[in-house]
């Protein structure tokens, strides 16, 4: 089963990343990463080396599509998650995936795994949200058996937004703000065990089923910038300053920043009140969870993988 092809669309993102790592460890050795992302493309071809990478944009027909036709095993990880511009998220998270699903379609058949996301149960009403929705309801429509996997918010290896910048924005600024009381409650969740989650699907095969894959600890956001800061031995102050006031902030970054860190539609999703569901995935899929201490210090302080960083 090691010598199976696996292709990765979208998979020089974190996710991306983590599962090339951890597929290596596990002994697989054809594994093909798609990507449009030429900066994280290098990353990845840097640090792993003897993996086949193919720019390609995924919106748009291709010879790409050939890769998929040809794979074993299809993980389907392209994502839009930031940005201003509706137009982003509907390439990247649905015109993409129909094209994904037609070349399945009329190759060799594929096992798929389907990358969706817990917000697809939120209350939050943004691009992201909207179009996750949409590209979950089309995979479900598509006629090709699959499990879905619902994550959280991820850290891990890798992360160039999300806990990752957090953390490098800490190490620059004297003060890290914290908007409002700061009692948002999260549910992240180690992208160490999420890859676990995708290799559990390939290795047994897993064809149905939608899956909650939420982090197993309830942690508040200004008690996940504590743990972050005391992992990367950063000397910034955690300050609380006004809901209003921080909003305000982004806003003002977003008008000269094209591409920015943090999002005042994602600042909303923050404080929106989410709660997700916590099924049994370790028994599920064999495997055991990563408390989240133990998870931010391996983020962080690994030898090989904790000081790569990708681009926006």
């Not at 798609?34 to 027909?61: F, G, M, S, T």
């Not at 290896?157 to 490098?168: E, Q, V």
């Not at 065990?193 to 047994?204: A, G, K, L, R, T």
């Not at 990563?290 to 391996?298: D, H, R, V, W």
Request: glycine content about 8%; charged content about 20%; hydrophobic content about 45%.
């Amino acid at each position: 089963m090691k010598n199976i092809r696996i292709v990765l669309p979208g998979g020089a993102g974190l996710v991306g990343q983590n599962l090339v790592a951890r597929l290596k460890a596990r002994g697989y050795t054809d594994i093909v990463v798609l990507d449009k992302h030429r900066a994280n493309l290098a990353v990845l071809k840097n640090v792993q080396p003897d993996i086949a990478v193919e720019y390609a944009d995924l919106a748009v027909p291709g010879a790409w599509q050939e890769q998929i036709a040809n794979a074993d095993v299809v993980v389907m990880l392209q994502a839009q998650i930031g940005g201003h511009h509706i137009e982003d998220f509907v390439r990247n998270n649905i015109d993409a995936t129909r094209l994904i699903l037609e070349a399945i379609k009329s190759g060799k058949g594929a096992q798929l795994v389907h990358i969706s996301s817990s917000v697809v149960e939120s209350v939050a009403d943004d691009f992201y949200t909207n179009t996750k929705k949409d590209q979950e309801r089309m995979v479900l429509e598509s006629g090709i058996a699959c499990p879905v996997l619902r994550p959280t918010l991820m850290f891990g290896w890798f992360d160039r937004k999300h806990l990752g910048w957090l953390s490098r924005f800490m190490q620059k600024v004297p003060v890290f703000p914290i908007p409002g009381h700061g009692q948002y409650m999260r549910q992240p969740l180690y992208a160490g065990d999420f890859c676990n989650v995708i290799i559990s699907c390939i290795e047994n095969k897993i064809t149905t089923g939608i899956y909650n894959i939420s982090g197993h600890e309830k942690i508040n956001y200004i008690d996940m910038i504590r743990e972050i800061k005391q992992a990367t031995k950063a000397r910034t102050l955690i300050m609380k300053i006004p809901y209003s006031l921080f909003y305000a902030l982004i806003w003002s970054w977003g008008i000269f920043d094209k591409n920015p860190p943090f999002t005042t539609q994602q600042l909303a999703a923050l404080s929106a009140k989410d709660e997700f569901e916590v099924i049994d995935w370790p028994g599920i899929f064999g495997l055991s969870y990563t408390p989240f201490a133990l998870a931010i210090n391996e983020t962080f302080n690994d030898p090989v993988y904790g000081k790569v960083v990708l681009e926006f």
